[in-house]
């Protein structure tokens, strides 16, 4: 007998949204809701018919978020009042997604890395950052990030700089690149 090679998405449960990073939620929900071809009923106003094994638009909008938000949402009538409601009240306007924004970008700034951390943890971090402000709509470039990391090193990673420099050029490295050289060059200085 030939393994189910096809796995059904409706079997994977919705992303939960908790009232935090609304950004995020919405591009995931939006995913799953496509997937199950329900997207077009939160962004037409339409009702589907529900089926046993195939939910409705608010009946996955009601799974997808916890029982704090689901208390909020359960008396709106339809899955794009919904959702409109959410973005509405989550979502933020411009001015409010401005400012995380620049407190994305000054903790991005201020930070710098620990004696005790891994250059794997530190990019982790600052990737998240960027992310972060990725999501508010803005750009933010890997060059950016490469500088930070190469600014920011502790001393003790001068010589590796310095070899990198000698091997690469620094200015067209991806930030791929730049991890897997002190990935490698971590190892071979055990």
Known sequence: MEPDTQTSFSHLPPPVFDGQNYQA???????????????????????????????TAKACLFSAVTSTIFTIIMNISSAKDIWDYLKKEYEGNERTKNMQVLNLIREFEMMKMKDSETIKDYSDKLLAIANKVKLLGKDFSDERIIQKIL???????????????????????????????????????L
């Not at 799953?32 to 997207?39: M, R, Y």
């Not at 001393?155 to 690469?168: A, G, P």
């Not at 620094?170 to 050289?181: C, F, H, K, R």
């Open 25 to 55: 939620w919405a591009i995931r929900m939006t995913v799953h809701l496509e997937a199950l071809d329900l997207w077009e009923a939160v962004e037409e106003d339409y009702d589907v018919t529900p089926l046993p094994a195939n939910p």
């Open 151 to 189: 600014v920011t090193l502790p001393e003790k990673y001068e010589s590796k700089i310095s070899s990198l420099e000698e091997s690469k050029d620094l200015s067209d490295i991806s930030l791929a690149e730049l991890l897997n050289a002190f990935s490698s060059k971590s190892k071979e200085d």
